[in-house]
């Protein structure tokens, strides 16, 4: 499979085991994520090392988190899987999913890790196909929950969400421990709220 603009309107949707589409997929991913995409999670694994700053081996990490989802499938039990809308052999998007395996939840869930879409897509419904057609599978699959986020400043995305049905359900914040501490006066009234 290729990455290319998409012309033809016979969009398709797959998880995605081919490992011939590596290097699309990858290009995929990094022409297409601004700083603003940066969340909580990137932060927390290799992808971004403070708000708004993509690690420098940012490709790297993208095609090693790929090449384990590409070779991971529902009959083996995996946790992260690769899904694709495609346009004839064109990939158009993809979707990074992650299965909850440890199961401690009261419903089961996963996570919509990653969402992205060639810019000549964007507006044409095909995310919206993309995010319903991972739902469907998640549902026959006995997922009960999926879960995303987005970067605060991504409020393009937060506004695409929300129109699919996501709900926000916390905020997420980050104190920096590895520089100089910032004294606030703390109300006393409000000091104790968590």
Same mark, same amino acid.
């Given at each position: ?97 992650? $299965? ?42 006995? $997922? ?51």
């Amino acid at each position: 499979m290729k990455n290319a603009q998409a012309h033809n309107p016979a969009i398709s949707f797959s998880w995605c085991h081919d490992a011939t589409a590596e290097d699309a997929l990858c290009q995929l991913y990094l022409d297409n994520v601004s700083a603003d995409y940066i969340s909580h999670s990137e932060l927390q694994g290799e992808r971004a090392d403070a708000p708004g700053n993509w690690r420098a081996d940012l490709p790297e990490v993208i095609r090693g988190e790929i090449r384990a989802a590409l070779s991971h499938d529902w009959a083996h039990g995996d946790s992260t899987l690769l899904a694709v809308a495609t346009s004839g052999e064109a990939i158009v998007g993809m979707a990074l999913v992650s $299965i909850d395996t440890r199961q401690r939840a009261s419903k089961s869930f996963a996570a919509l890790d990653d969402l992205v879409l060639l810019p000549s897509v964007r507006g044409s419904g095909i995310g919206s196909q993309l995010v319903e057609w991972v739902a469907s599978e998640l549902r026959s699959h006995g $997922i009960a929950r999926l879960f995303l986020e987005c970067g605060a400043h991504n409020l393009t995305a937060q506004t695409f969400f929300q129109g699919r049905g996501f709900k926000q359900v916390s905020v997420v914040m980050l104190r920096e421990l590895d520089v100089p501490e910032v004294t606030a006066a703390v109300d006393d009234k409000d000091g104790d709220r968590g």
